[in-house]
């Protein structure tokens, strides 16, 4: 099963990745976050200062995106084994509206990149 980015209104836990300078630009990375409730595994971007949290596998054949995926110069990750590519700005597929990865908030304070998942 896919994992569920929060709802706009949900509370959310903010969980630490670490200092945002450590993590290289257009280069995806597989982040996995163990909760009482599973593992979710996600696939962070970063471009520039802005940072995307994304679904970590491809709805189509569950290919792991951060392993596979690559950024198409056009604010897409498009996954390396069917091409199907996915919008960074929410998680949506670029041609299809009825499918999407996720995306889950990000904020940095005090140099802390942190991802917002479901209280």
Do not use: N
């Not at 163990?34 to 709805?59: I, K, M």
């Not at 392993?67 to 996954?79: A, K, P, Q």
């Amino acid at each position: 099963m896919l994992p569920r980015p929060p709802a706009t209104d949900e509370p959310l836990v903010w969980i630490s990745l670490g200092p945002a300078d450590d993590y290289p630009v257009d280069e995806p990375l597989p982040i996995r976050l163990d909760r009482d409730e599973g593992r979710l595994d996600l696939t962070l971007v970063r471009q520039g200062d802005e940072f995307h949290v994304l679904g970590g596998l491809c709805p189509h054949r569950g290919a792991p995106l951060a392993e596979l995926g690559f950024l198409d110069g056009e604010g897409h990750l498009v996954c390396g084994w069917h091409y199907w590519s996915f919008r960074l700005t929410d998680g949506g597929h670029s041609l299809l509206d009825s499918i999407s990865i996720g995306r889950w908030p990000t904020r940095v304070v005090e140099g802390d990149l942190q991802v917002g998942v479901p209280a």
